[in-house]
């Protein structure tokens, strides 16, 4: 059966409503670095953005870190204005290792397709500078 490996968490935060896996998680030497998106309600609508957590890898259902602030958030008009608004949705990663670029690749509103760019360095020492999660994550 398969294992929880975490869920929307409860109260205020900005993945409250439900959570979901975006492309497959990237493999390092600190574990599986995955991005997910995460949906909250706001003034009539959801607002979905993306995170950023940190897998075990030998035990992948186990969260090691997880950001408590998205990494990505609709801004853009493209991803605000469409079939379904104020939606960024995480669906490929590539790791461009020489140029230390992580690429992400995302749905926009439903109605187009983005590129979000990021060092990888960057993003690993964000991810390894979050709190462990103290109980379910």
Known sequence: ?????MSARAGSW???VRIGMGPPPLRTP?????????VKHLAGTLLYRVGVVLLDLAR??????????????????????GDAPNVVFPTGL?????AD???LYYGAADTCAGL?????RETMAYVLSCPEPTGPA
């Not at 600190?30 to 995460?38: A, K």
């Not at 090691?64 to 008009?77: A, I, Q, Y």
């Not at 590539?94 to 020489?98: G, L, S």
């Open 1 to 5: 059966a398969p294992k929880l490996v």
């Open 14 to 16: 900005w993945d409250t």
């Open 30 to 38: 600190h574990g599986w670095l995955g991005f997910y998106r995460g």
């Open 60 to 81: 992948p259902w186990r969260v090691l870190r997880r950001g408590e602030d998205w990494v990505m958030s609709p801004t853009e008009p493209y991803e605000r204005c």
């Open 94 to 98: 590539i790791h461009d290792e020489p």
């Open 101 to 103: 670029r992580l690429r």
């Open 116 to 120: 979000a760019t990021a060092s990888y």
